[in-house]
């Protein structure tokens, strides 16, 4: 129980953070197969003590936590974008070694997974970046339901994180911002954007806790390099010499175009469009060196539950 509390926590950070996988730190705290299990019994009606405990114990610790902390995040996220996502890349990255060790030896099925994989992130990275993309669906109900059952199945997938998906369908800060709202009592919030992410992540983990189980026995070898693909491609949206400016007449922002200066006032710093720019040598050094640090830090994590697999 102990160490459900302490993955849960490190799961509610993996959550704020994109590229870092919740999955991965259950696995680190040696309680993974606990949570996916509690999670299968659960959705099939068999209600045992000991899984209603732990995944109780699991689900209010992250619960807590990205309540917490979100309004920090974010504010890093909008005041240090090529910082942040530097270090994203590296947390990122930081998770392959953990399920090459899983993929290997490497077939056909596994090859055709790899590439599955990140061609789908590619995918995904093309349209968060194109004009008029996953942008324009930012906080509507619909995409909020897509991106939290996105997000609850990555949970439960060691090596994939789930905020990276949500960095990538365009849905990152107004999430952060809805969250940070419930711990400044702004519970209008609840109704318009975390109720439909609630809802989209508990069809996730759902769906997936009992999904993978299958999938790891009947096509383990294409299912790990699917998972694997994933975490490589992730990298593809998150180039980091990209930061905000002030809008202006004749923006598109959320769909929407700016047609007074009014407008473009009102628009909350968050919400901004971006614009690749110049890095300096020392910009790029800078990034090179948090790039090593998160891929150290996500690496040594990941080492800590190395001697449990999926």
């Given at each position: 129980?102990?160490?459900?509390?302490?993955?849960?926590?490190?799961?509610g950070?993996?959550?704020?953070?994109?590229?870092?996988?919740?999955?991965?730190?259950?696995?680190?705290t040696?309680?993974?197969?606990?949570?996916?299990?509690?999670?299968?019994?659960?959705?099939?009606?068999?209600?045992?003590?000991?899984?209603?405990?732990?995944?109780?114990?699991?689900?209010?610790?992250?619960?807590?936590?990205?309540?917490?902390?979100?309004?920090?995040?974010?504010?890093?996220?909008?005041?240090h974008?090529?910082?942040?996502?530097?270090?994203?890349?590296?947390?990122?990255?930081?998770?392959?070694?953990?399920?090459?060790?899983?993929?290997?030896?490497?077939?056909?099925?596994?090859?055709?997974?790899?590439?599955?994989?990140?061609?789908?992130?590619?995918i995904?990275?093309?349209?968060?970046?194109?004009?008029?993309?996953?942008?324009?669906?930012?906080?509507?109900?619909?995409?909020?339901i897509?991106?939290?059952?996105?997000?609850?199945?990555?949970?439960?997938?060691?090596?994939?994180?789930?905020?990276?998906?949500?960095?990538?369908?365009?849905?990152?800060?107004?999430?952060?911002?809805?969250?940070?709202?419930?711990?400044?009592?702004?519970?209008?919030?609840?109704?318009?954007?975390?109720?439909?992410?609630?809802?989209?992540?508990?069809?996730?983990?759902v769906?997936?806790?009992?999904?993978?189980?299958?999938l790891?026995?009947?096509?383990?070898?294409?299912?790990?390099?699917?998972?694997?693909g994933?975490?490589?491609?992730?990298?593809?949206?998150?180039?980091?010499?990209?930061?905000?400016?002030?809008?202006?007449?004749?923006?598109?922002?959320?769909?929407?175009?700016?047609?007074?200066?009014?407008?473009?006032?009102?628009?909350?710093?968050?919400?901004?469009?971006?614009?690749?720019f110049?890095?300096?040598?020392?910009?790029?050094?800078?990034?090179l060196?948090?790039?090593?640090?998160?891929?150290?830090?996500?690496?040594?994590?990941?080492?800590l539950?190395?001697?449990?697999?999926?």
């Open positions: 129980m102990v160490r459900g509390c302490f993955g849960g926590i490190l799961m950070l993996a959550n704020l953070v994109p590229g870092v996988s919740g999955g991965t730190m259950l696995v680190a040696g309680v993974y197969g606990h949570f996916v299990n509690a999670v299968a019994e659960i959705s099939t009606l068999r209600f045992r003590r000991t899984a209603i405990v732990m995944l109780g114990i699991i689900v209010a610790s992250a619960l807590i936590t990205v309540v917490v902390g979100a309004g920090t995040m974010r504010t890093l996220v909008v005041d974008r090529w910082m942040m996502y530097s270090l994203f890349i590296g947390l990122t990255l930081g998770g392959v070694p953990l399920l090459w060790s899983m993929v290997r030896p490497l077939n056909s099925q596994a090859i055709c997974g790899i590439g599955g994989g990140l061609l789908a992130m590619i995904l990275a093309l349209l968060e970046s194109a004009p008029g993309g996953l942008a324009t669906t930012e906080g509507s109900v619909p995409m909020l897509v991106t939290g059952i996105a997000a609850g199945s990555a949970m439960v997938l060691p090596g994939v994180s789930g905020m990276y998906l949500v960095l990538v369908l365009g849905q990152y800060v107004v999430i952060l911002d809805a969250i940070d709202g419930i711990r400044r009592s702004e519970f209008e919030s609840v109704l318009s954007v975390v109720l439909p992410v609630g809802i989209g992540v508990v069809i996730g983990v769906v997936i806790s009992n999904l993978v189980s299958k790891l026995v009947r096509a383990r070898s294409a299912t790990l390099g699917v998972l694997l994933l975490l490589i491609g992730a990298v593809f949206g998150l180039w980091p010499f990209r930061e905000t400016r002030a809008p202006v007449v004749g923006d598109s922002i959320r769909g929407q175009l700016i047609e007074t200066t009014a407008q473009a006032e009102a628009v909350k710093p968050s919400r901004w469009p971006l614009e690749a110049e890095p300096s040598p020392g910009v790029v050094l800078g990034s060196g948090l790039l090593l640090i998160g891929f150290l830090v996500s690496l040594g994590i990941t080492r539950g190395r001697n449990e697999r999926i």
